[in-house]
């Protein structure tokens, strides 16, 4: 919900498709500077107290955000100004955020035994891309109905219900003592990640078709100025990759890949370089629609595949450095994929940079196709 109303704020203060690139550089900068020693951070210490700690961080920036919607604000402050702030505060979530995904994903084999992993990792990803479904769609709706500043009033109240919750989790054994040097520890994650080619694979290749072909940081331009629908459908066209791969997430967590997965996951990387080629073509609310809800159930098989083999060859003494990395790779490509798309629209034009970050993405399933092919044959 936070995203899609910052997307629509930015873009309305500024009228600026690099702006809305900034937003993504905002917070990847810190959340990558900060990825590999969060990583030993949470190996060495209690995972749900550090999880409650950053979501009480993320609390806090909405209450910023709040203040920043006010009309008091707008009337003393220059849009640029607020432009700027609004980055700032991103930049806060970035730091947070460094420490709270690769937390998330480090508890889920401290609550469930080692052989429902697979299944879990499905449930986990399937819960995520609800939440971020619903949140984007009624993002959009609140947008319409009560404006910005309330929305953030409404994003709150959900946030302090995740603590509630959160905080009913019983505490985490630390499985690693805090004995080894920083840097030493980071190296172990870091090579563990190289050594595995199941688990690099996966990564790079999810890391280079997020960063080419996220057409997501530009939908408020294509919403705005190119399809001319307002708040409630730019929040429908925000959630549609993400309904796309919970249909997929959702099937493939009920009849799971039996073979050939490294095989599929390819197909499906080149296959959501196609659709964002066709929403960068359409001219059409449903078709741009329907192109991302494809887009979402190919991304969707990669979600699976790669959440699957980080769970099943990740020990548990890893975990937390191994977690950061994956998030350096996948989440921090997310930001720098928006970044790019904001550049990338400011030279080339909005849908011409689109095409090129289609295209890109088949470029880059093509050149991995031949130069991995034991990720190509990689089974689990």
Avoid at 62 to 68: A, D, M, R, S, T
Avoid at 107 to 120: E, F, G, N, W
Avoid at 197 to 206: M, N, P, Q, V, Y
Wanted: glycine share 10%.
């Amino acid at each position: 919900m936070t995203g899609t109303v910052i997307g629509w704020w930015i873009y309305l203060l500024t009228n600026s498709k690099l702006a809305l690139g900034f937003v993504g550089l905002s917070e990847v900068i810190p959340a990558l500077s900060l990825a590999l020693y969060a990583g030993h951070h949470i190996d060495i210490n209690e995972k749900r107290k550090l999880l409650l700690q950053c979501i009480l961080g993320y609390i806090g920036c909405v209450i910023l955000f709040i203040i920043l919607s006010t009309n008091y604000t707008a009337a003393h402050l220059h849009h640029w100004t607020i432009a700027v702030l609004i980055c700032s505060v991103i930049g806060i979530t970035g730091f947070i955020r460094a420490f709270s995904g690769p937390t998330f994903s480090a508890m889920i084999s401290q609550i469930v035994p080692k052989d429902m992993l697979p299944t879990a990792a499905s449930i986990s990803s399937a819960t995520w891309l609800i939440a971020s479904i619903c949140g984007h769609a009624t993002a959009g709706f609140l947008i319409a109905l009560l404006g910005i500043n309330k929305s953030f009033f409404v994003i709150l109240i959900m946030i302090l219900g995740g603590y509630f919750f959160l905080s009913k989790l019983s505490v985490k054994p630390v499985l690693v003592a805090a004995t080894a040097k920083t840097w030493q520890s980071v190296k172990e994650g870091l090579s563990y990640v190289f050594k595995t080619k199941e688990i690099l694979g996966a990564l790079s290749l999810d890391l280079f078709a997020v960063l080419f072909g996220g057409a997501v940081a530009l939908v408020p331009v294509f919403a705005k100025d190119i399809l001319h629908i307002g708040p409630i459908g730019f929040g429908w066209l925000n959630a549609a990759a993400d309904m796309g791969s919970i249909l997929t997430v959702t099937t493939l967590t009920i009849w799971p890949l039996q073979r050939n997965q490294g095989r599929i996951l390819f197909f499906a990387v080149a296959g959501f370089g196609l659709c964002i080629i066709l929403f960068a073509l359409s001219k059409l609310f449903w078709l741009s629609f329907a192109a991302l809800l494809m887009s979402g159930c190919m991304d969707g098989v990669s979600v699976i595949v790669r959440s699957t083999i980080l769970q099943l060859k990740t020990p548990d003494a890893l975990r937390g450095r191994v977690m950061s990395v994956n998030s350096m790779f996948i989440n921090s490509s997310n930001e720098l994929g928006q970044f790019e798309s904001g550049v990338a629209a400011r030279l080339m034009g909005t849908v011409t940079s689109v095409i090129f970050g289609g295209c890109m993405t088949i470029g880059i399933v093509i050149f991995t196709w031949f130069k991995a092919p034991s990720l190509r044959k990689m089974e689990y």
